[in-house]
């Protein structure tokens, strides 16, 4: 299956200044001409917190404590990722988008360091992204790709994370289907640790570990979830969550900007495949948490070694039953995982 | 404030061999004599599981299918760790105890790899780690530190991890007010960063990180929740959890068993004060995950370095409003974090 991954590209600014970008699917949208008819809330009142270092662990905590106010499970009525209608101006001016991208106005980051954004995948407040047509998915990840283009070669910024929380289970404070991007000013500690052990396995054999770990999950074959020719969908051998997800594209590349059109048009069939089978698991909506695995911005060492790759972590493990990061996760780092991974992979090839 | 520390141990076995220690505050209860009158279960159906290394973050993970069948919030007439009375036998057979620790029916590690405890803090279904009288707050700590010399001393054991979660919203599946013990074949990632951190500051500066970090928050005072001559509790300067409190000896040891009997009857005061703070903080129990952070067992560089405290995270940043570890901190190890250490620790000081 190929989808025209072509999309049209406007940015714009809201009445506070934070950048929109529309992601359209055809041209002469007429974007730019419409406008923020709300008040701006001052700015001191939008940005604000401080990075702090913490000495044991090695890494940077976030402080935001204007995110304390901000929106929690607003009605569809209130939604402020819906686009505006008369009466009710919302995020997005637009009366109707495809793919819309704007600054977070409570952003988890502090001013001058990093930056926060909100990707809307759709104007249907009652979608989610298994529900999305293969276009519509395939314009996300050109949103996705744009922005870790752009912000990675932005001043300051050395890691782009882009990622989407699903559902009240994972902490989402806003039904409308959503992902979000966040700019870094440093490398995560997950990239981190990947890129230690991938220098590691590199010394000890000579090879790139993630083209280990894929090729031993394709010639195990039991962890295969779902495949085409440009992407492999398993459950990795030590996963971490009841049902975790990697979705690799066939070619290793570093980061989602790398990835050839071919690779892009052949990514919804592989994903919205994967998110059906999650959904249909349990008969019900599955909450997971999908993250972009991606280089660091502006490393040659990293991009050399890191592979992108898309990490699902669903946390029902049974109808009615959540994988908590309890004391032993949360005070150990040390997982303990209640479904086998090879089972996992079957009762999601099950799920067909 | 002086507690008598002094506990009375036996040790037992259940009718499938698992063993069951009474720490009992007085002599002569007779424990050794009270038999468990059940059938035993198939040690097939108990213990099974794997560990299994995951490449990408170097780390163990370990697996326990068994798990899933758990028993899940029974209501308190059904509580397998009340004590037994006529025609409703629990894993622990004594008619009532002061503290009683066995091995877990359901333990996250695999036979023969690591062991699992539960501790049972009180008799009193209803009661929680806050409600404890001081005396029986020690008794807890014994059982504790007990454990650590115990299973530290065994073989295979490199790290010994007590902690207890608390609340649903943390995963607990049990009510009735426990703790738990890993005795791990490994030392945990935490543990293993803790020490490298240790290292490096040993390295840079000549001096221990603990005794830094304690000296600061001293120095520093606002961030101090509660203090005796013995114990500090106070919230680190980058707190990764809305209201997140360390415990820390004044006097720098590496493990629960390195502690000496002042320090041992001095705890109880701090730490009970902190969690009655924490749960009229909201006016509501807080739902928290307490771990205590200690040195592997055996290892004459980390005892060196390390240093043991209490970790109290607690989950709760409002009323009606959780900490989620979604995809920020999941995905790519990045916390953003709500509450300002310095707010949260003058929220705790006034809920007095």
């Known amino acids: 299956m190929t989808i025209a991954a072509q999309v049209w590209k406007t940015a714009t600014r809201l009445a506070d200044g934070r950048e929109i ?7 002469g949208s007429g974007r730019a001409e419409v406008a923020d008819t709300r008040e701006p809330v001052l700015a001191g009142d939008v940005r604000a917190g401080e990075l702090r270092w913490d000495p044991l662990l090695g890494e940077w905590v976030a402080f935001a404590e204007h995110r304390q106010a901000r929106i929690f499970l607003p009605s569809a009525g209130d939604c402020p990722l819906c686009p505006s209608r008369p009466g009710h101006s919302t995020e997005i001016p637009a ?27 759709t104007s249907d407040h009652h979608a989610s992204f298994a529900t999305l047509s293969p276009r519509r998915a395939a314009t996300v990840l050109a949103a996705w790709a744009d922005r870790t283009a752009v912000l990675g070669g932005a001043d300051g910024i ?12 994972v902490g989402v404070t806003l039904h409308h289907p959503h992902g979000q991007v966040y700019a870094l000013p440093f490398v995560p500690p ?25 090729e031993a999950a394709v010639a195990d074959g039991r962890r295969i979830v779902a495949r085409n020719d440009h992407w492999v969908a398993f459950v990795p051998e030590a996963a971490h969550w009841p049902f975790e997800v990697l979705v690799f594209p066939v070619r290793r590349v570093p980061d989602l900007a790398a990835l050839d059109d071919a690779t892009m048009s052949a990514f919804p069939e592989v994903y919205l495949d994967v998110l059906g089978r999650l959904d249909r698991l349990f008969g019900m909506p599955m909450p997971y948490m999908a993250a972009w695995q991606q280089a ?31 004391s032993t996760e949360s005070g150990a780092g040390v997982w303990s995982n209640d479904v086998l991974p090879e089972a996992a992979a079957r009762a999601l090839r099950e799920a067909g």
């Open 21 to 27: 970008i529309y992601f359209d699917e055809a041209p």
């Open 158 to 169: 050395e890691h782009v994370y882009c990622f989407e929380n699903r559902g009240e289970e």
């Open 95 to 121: 009366a109707g988008y495809d793919v819309a991208v704007f600054e977070n106005r409570f952003p988890a980051l502090p001013t001058g360091s990093g930056r926060c954004e909100v990707v809307c995948f």
């Open 296 to 326: 660091p911005s502006g490393d040659p060492a990293a991009h050399a070694e890191l592979a992108v790759h898309l990490q699902v972590m669903s946390v029902r493990r049974a109808p009615g039953k959540l994988k908590f990061m309890a």
């Open 190 to 214: 997950r990239t981190r640790r990947y890129l230690a052990s991938a220098q590691a396995h590199r010394s000890r054999t000579g090879h790139n570990l993630f083209d280990w770990l894929l």
